[in-house]
């Protein structure tokens, strides 16, 4: 149990209630009911072994990074408790997992996951040369929802106009967020070399970014609801995710990033799972044609 508690904690698996809420808001987007429990589960496996191998990606390539920084040093890897192998394997078996399991849900799905995992992969290395390094997490994850809805639909077409307000909505949620996260590394990111917003603009400009972005989210989310015709429970999840993130924003200052843990796994997490939740609610009693 303390080996697989590790590899749990390795890449983070309680981070999935990230992603996969969108992800499974995409799929009941794509029809507005709920899709075939087939179709559902392919799409859990698919979202889960994506994240599975981007996370355990990252933590392989950012090994040396991690061990020279005090606040990281005690992660799975530098502190020996798992291998090189063996992560590097765990990142391969879940790279394969996940692009056999796009190709179960259609043709479409698997020609798109290749280009979809590279993504995934090549976000780990944007620090390293960019400060739009947030930003590429954020479409990373954005991508989720844009999968669920394709792989429900089997095709790009009809009006994509919800659901790439959705995939806004996660992408500026993410960035915003990683902002937040990142500024707990400022000063080591700009003495390792290491690029972010808040190593280059300093903690209060990327607190001020963050809350633009979080407001941008706020707003795509508005467009989710009106694009899709969706009614008075949506609107209510919204407000809801709207002063979860005026919380966050409160929890975090330039001085004082001593309840980032809190603004970054607890708000973050009961967002996605609220406008999930409401989601599901509104189709079935408020909104949305059919």
């Not at 739009?132 to 792989?151: E, I, K, V």
């Not at 924003?249 to 939740?277: E, Q, Y």
């Amino acid at each position: 149990m303390a080996g697989l508690a590790r590899w749990f904690s390795l890449v983070k698996f309680s981070h999935s209630i990230f992603a996969l809420p969108f992800a499974l808001q995409g799929a009941w987007l794509a029809r507005h009911a709920a899709p075939a429990w087939s179709t559902l589960g392919w799409i859990v496996l698919c979202a889960v072994a994506a994240r599975t191998a981007a996370m355990a990606f990252n933590r392989l390539v950012d090994r040396r990074i991690d061990a020279a920084n005090p606040r990281t040093r005690g992660r799975e890897l530098p502190a020996g408790l798992v291998s090189v192998p063996a992560v590097a394997l765990a990142v391969a078996l879940a790279s394969a997992l996940f692009v056999w399991s796009a190709f179960q849900l259609n043709a479409l799905c698997g020609r798109l996951s290749l280009p979809v995992l590279a993504v995934l992969l090549a976000y780990s290395g944007f620090k390293r040369f960019s400060w739009t390094a947030h930003f590429a997490l954020g479409l990373a994850l954005a991508l989720a929802p844009l999968g669920a809805w394709l792989a429900v639909r089997g095709e790009l077409a009809g009006d994509l106009g919800g659901i790439l307000a959705l995939a806004l909505a996660v992408l500026t949620w993410v960035a915003g967020f990683d902002l937040i996260y990142a500024c707990q590394d400022a000063d080591f990111d700009r003495a390792a070399g290491l690029h972010s917003i808040p190593a280059r603009f300093g903690i209060a400009r990327a607190l001020s970014v963050a809350r633009l972005l979080h407001g941008i989210t706020v707003v795509a989310l508005c467009a989710v609801g009106w694009r899709e015709q969706l009614g008075w429970i949506w609107a209510a999840a919204v407000a809801l995710a709207a002063l979860l993130l005026v919380w966050e924003h409160r929890l975090v200052k330039p001085g004082d990033l001593s309840r980032v843990d809190a603004a970054f796994f607890t708000v973050n997490g009961w967002i996605g799972v609220g406008l999930f939740v409401g989601l599901l609610l509104d189709l079935r009693f408020a909104g949305g044609p059919g």
